[in-house]
């Protein structure tokens, strides 16, 4: 018999807001450790919206994967089209499944050899100024490196030609002061439409001014005909064909894409590289046998996606970097309609918030879960559904493979020249913004190999 959505496990809160507060204060945490603490489902309610917090796999499946119509993106992600306008990450429905089905092709492995060019130029770039920093005696900034080494790899791959250096600083802040805004939009009680002149609003127009200004520029930018201009991401988004009419994109809806590119691509990436840096440099055992593997990789020769197919145990770090610091820690599905789950009776209207978080940290999945150890993935090197960084289902990451490749080429470079070593000891505070990133800088000193 099917039982009613009171009596799923839950956390009451206060009265009047529900679990508002600790939500607030940990929105990676809390779900996470109230859905396993109650064996992967519970329920909780802010103000007067009721919520699940769901970490059991099982579940997470039949949300993500077999019912994806059913539970379908909700308010936050709309809140984001103030930002980024109608692109991939905002929308749903019928008019994301054709965008995403044009899209696809560009982002296929075979596709991304140009992601691996880039991400080796621009390492080799930041080694330069890392082994003058060395040579000086002082410990790089592994946080703010690992930004600008995302946003440039970002912003070559899509328009090819080099944006100046304060631009690409000033569009890595912009992008980060956008996206949390958005965040502080979707967690407010009060949130007026965009036309509204509140300072939140303003601001975001002045952050997607700027934004917009440079996309537009190099849309319109003369094309030289070169083959590194032929074969960027622009390009690519822009030779676009719809298959039915043979119509290019509107030009609104290519701006659309370029923005949510940016904005979904770029902390992401850039939390990723900054805590496999960190765990590398906290785990010389790790470090030494992933250092061992790149050396079988040839140095007289630029590096191509098939080199990084061969690097099985960088995969096994990634993985257990990404498992323990997801960049998405939530995500949140909106029932359409009455449904049951678990046994349990779901009213229309129920937000699912999917814990990647408590996913990926159930003591119920894995043994010592809060270990680093990425040997763990030795047997099972997919993780199975218990490993989900990149999302599952019809909105699986389109950008996965472009930011694995980034990530593997950028610690190919690194690790060959240098043995990281932290530059103190302190645990390193998590900030769960819309990605959940190290709080702090992760001062980072070098040791020459
Ligand atoms: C380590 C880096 C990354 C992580 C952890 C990550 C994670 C995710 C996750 C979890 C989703 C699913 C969101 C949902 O289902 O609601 C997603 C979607 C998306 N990601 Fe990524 N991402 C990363 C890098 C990238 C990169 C480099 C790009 C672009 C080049 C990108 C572009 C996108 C887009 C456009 C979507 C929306 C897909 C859709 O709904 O069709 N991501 N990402």
């Known amino acids: 018999m099917t039982k009613s959505f009171a009596e799923i496990p839950h956390d009451p809160g206060p009265w009047l807001t529900g679990s508002l507060a600790r939500f607030r204060a940990a929105p990676h945490r809390y779900p996470a450790d109230l859905a396993n603490r109650h064996g992967g489902l519970a329920r909780f309610r802010i103000l007067h919206r009721n919520l699940l917090a769901v970490s ?4 997470i499946d039949e949300i993500l994967c077999r019912r994806p119509d059913l539970y379908v993106r909700g308010r936050q992600y709309r809140n984001m089209q103030q930002a980024i306008g109608r692109g991939l990450l905002s929308t749903m429905g019928p008019g994301w499944k054709e965008r995403r089905t044009l899209l696809n092709p560009l982002f296929r492995a075979d596709r991304l050899r140009r992601v691996v060019q880039t991400s080796e130029a621009a390492t080799g770039e930041l080694l330069e100024r890392w082994e003058a920093k060395r040579r000086a005696g002082e410990p790089v900034p592994g946080v703010a490196d690992a930004r600008w080494l995302s946003i440039t790899v970002m912003a070559r791959t899509l328009f090819t030609r080099d944006l100046a250096e ?3 600083l000033r569009l890595s802040d912009l992008i980060q002061q956008g996206t949390a805004l958005i965040r502080q939009k979707n967690m407010s009680l009060w949130n007026p439409p965009a036309w509204v002149p509140t300072a939140r609003n303003r601001q975001l127009a002045g952050i997607r001014g700027f934004v917009d200004h440079l996309l537009v520029r190099e849309l319109e930018r003369p094309r030289t005909g070169s083959t590194a201009d032929e074969d960027n991401l622009l390009a690519g988004i822009v030779a676009l064909r719809d298959p039915q009419s043979g119509a290019p994109l509107p030009r609104e809806a290519v701006l659309d894409e370029l923005r949510t590119l940016f904005t979904a ?8 590289l900054a805590w496999t840096l960190w765990r590398l440099a906290r785990h010389p055992d790790v470090a030494a046998r992933w250092q061992a593997e790149i050396d079988q990789l040839p140095t007289d020769q630029p590096l191509t996606p098939d080199h990084l197919k061969r690097l099985p145990y960088t995969d096994q770090v990634i993985h257990e970097t990404l498992r323990l610091h997801p960049p998405v820690y939530n995500m949140a599905r909106v029932a359409q309609a009455d449904d049951e789950l678990a046994g349990y009776q779901v009213p229309r209207g129920t937000i699912a918030m999917i814990s990647i978080y408590g996913l990926h940290r159930s003591p119920a999945l894995w043994s010592d879960p809060l270990e680093f150890r990425p040997g763990r993935f030795a047997e099972n090197p997919s993780g199975g559904n218990r490993l989900i ?11 996965m493979a472009f930011a694995l490749f980034e990530l593997k080429t950028a610690l190919t470079c ?3 020249r240098f043995r990281l070593v932290l530059a103190d000891d302190r645990e390193i505070p998590e900030r769960a913004e819309i990605s959940l990133s190290p709080a702090c800088e992760i001062p980072l000193l070098l040791e020459p190999r």
């Open 389 to 399: 960084p990149f999302g599952a289902g019809p909105h699986l990451c389109i950008g």
């Open 265 to 272: 691509g770029f902390e992401t990436t850039s939390a990723a």
């Open 166 to 168: 304060p631009e690409i």
């Open 56 to 59: 059991d796999p099982r579940l």
């Open 414 to 416: 690194l690790g060959r």
